[in-house]
Nanobody, 123 residues
């Protein structure tokens, strides 16, 4: 059974950094498009980064570009999200997703989700 497990969340002060990891297991097919999303209470799930199967094409929305970097290691079956210069508004539950068929920040295009890891940024 396909499974995604996030780790690396925590509490940091504004300006700090965190590196999230997403470990994938049980996938029977070749690597798929993957993405990172976040959700705060009362808000819709928001895409923050997406990456193609080989890991050489990435997209990060403008509001996070320069601060967030997505990467993957297909040998380790792990995807990463490096977050620098964190702001209080980055506080959210962060989720990884797999099973996409294109570079997309639309949650409905992904079939498999992790349980999330909490990121809290204090001012």
């Amino acid at each position: 059974q396909a499974q995604l497990v996030e780790s690396g969340g925590g509490s940091v002060q504004a300006g700090g950094s965190l590196r999230l990891s997403c470990d994938a297991s049980g996938f029977s097919h070749t690597p798929t498009y993957m993405g990172w999303f976040r959700q705060s209470p009362g808000k819709e799930r928001e895409g923050v980064a997406t990456i193609n199967p080989p890991g050489d094409v990435r997209f990060v929305p403008g509001r996070m570009r320069g601060r967030f970097t997505i990467a993957r290691d297909n040998v380790k079956n792990t995807m990463y999200l490096q977050m620098n210069s964190l702001k209080p508004e980055d506080t959210a539950m962060y989720y990884c997703a797999a099973g996409g068929s294109s570079l997309s920040l639309e949650p409905s295009t992904y079939s498999t989700w992790g349980q999330g890891t909490q990121v809290t940024v204090s001012s």
